[in-house]
């Protein structure tokens, strides 16, 4: 998989994984391991980062949890900016894959 193109395309990710269910770090990196049948690992200094910036812009709200077999574990869930972050930039991201269909079909590529 291109890690240029989906550079751009890292909180969409990450949004779209956390908008199911609250979730931890590793978990994100499993769920995005296996929805893209294991061609893409997103690794810890992609993740983390991305994670901090969009909690600094209040897309994500943090909070920690007793596991009795894992310990202490930091949660993610979406806040209500996030949600509409997240359409936004899927709507964005639909326009992009539409305009790449129609060159492709005009025979651009």
Not at 37 to 59: H, I, V
Request: glycine content about 6%; some cysteine.
């Amino acid at each position: 998989m291109d890690k240029e193109i989906l550079k751009g395309s890292i909180d969409i990710l990450i949004l779209s994984v956390i908008a199911r269910k609250d979730t931890y770090g590793y978990e994100i990196v499993q769920q995005l391991k296996a929805l893209s049948q294991d061609s893409y690992q997103m690794s810890q200094g992609t993740l983390y980062p991305a994670l901090k910036r969009l909690e600094n812009k209040e897309l994500l709200r943090a909070y920690w949890v007793e596991n009795e077999a894992s310990g202490r574990r930091k949660m993610y869930a979406l806040t209500e900016a996030g949600r509409a972050e997240l359409a936004d930039k899927l709507q964005a991201w639909d326009q992009v894959h539409a305009l790449v269909q129609s060159c492709r079909k005009a025979g651009f590529a």
